[in-house]
């Protein structure tokens, strides 16, 4: 994300058609490089420390399954923004922030194990706030890839909450 980001600031390039520009052709590449492309500093800086430390949380309590939740959270987003995003680029990691967030809230909500349920209340804690992003209050944020986040997350999340491959 931040190598992106250094070439195009290096090379005063625009990436942002990379992102997802819904119902297009061309815009199906952003399903893939949506959470890698950023509009500014302020932009990836706000999306860097989530991203590192809830990552790391998935990371160091859920191992085994955590490639699974990090690739579902980082593609399923950018894909659900492609059928039902304002026509516009939508760039930034908020839509994997997002599915990573409900996914470790949701997930000791399904789960009921003292571990999870404890990973939750944490991550509430910090991320609570988080909510109001999947509502339309900014024209100029793409709202739409914060609410398919959260749905993926939660969806992952319930899909998951029976297996035994998990740690706990």
């Not at 490089?33 to 800086?45: E, F, K, R, Y």
Request: a positive charge; aromatic letters at 18%.
């Amino acid at each position: 994300m931040w190598a992106v980001f250094a070439l195009e600031y290096s090379y005063n390039w625009d990436l942002g058609f990379l992102g997802v520009e819904p119902l297009t052709f061309t815009g199906l590449v952003g399903i893939f490089t949506m959470p890698m492309i950023h509009g500014n500093l302020s932009h990836i800086a706000s999306n860097t420390l989530p991203l590192i430390f809830l990552g790391s949380t998935l990371y160091l309590f859920y191992d085994r399954i955590a490639n699974k939740v990090f690739m579902q959270c980082y593609f399923i987003p950018s894909l659900l923004v492609w059928f039902i995003g304002r026509p516009f680029y939508h760039i930034g990691a908020s839509g994997l922030i997002y599915g990573l967030a409900a996914f470790l809230v949701s997930f000791g909500i399904f789960r009921k194990d003292r571990k999870s349920i404890i990973i939750s209340v944490v991550i509430l804690l910090f991320y609570g706030g988080l909510i109001y992003g999947v509502l339309p209050f900014n024209r100029y944020v793409s709202w739409e890839a914060h609410l398919m986040g959260a749905i993926t997350g939660v969806a992952v999340a319930f899909g998951f909450a029976k297996s035994k491959k998990i740690r706990t």
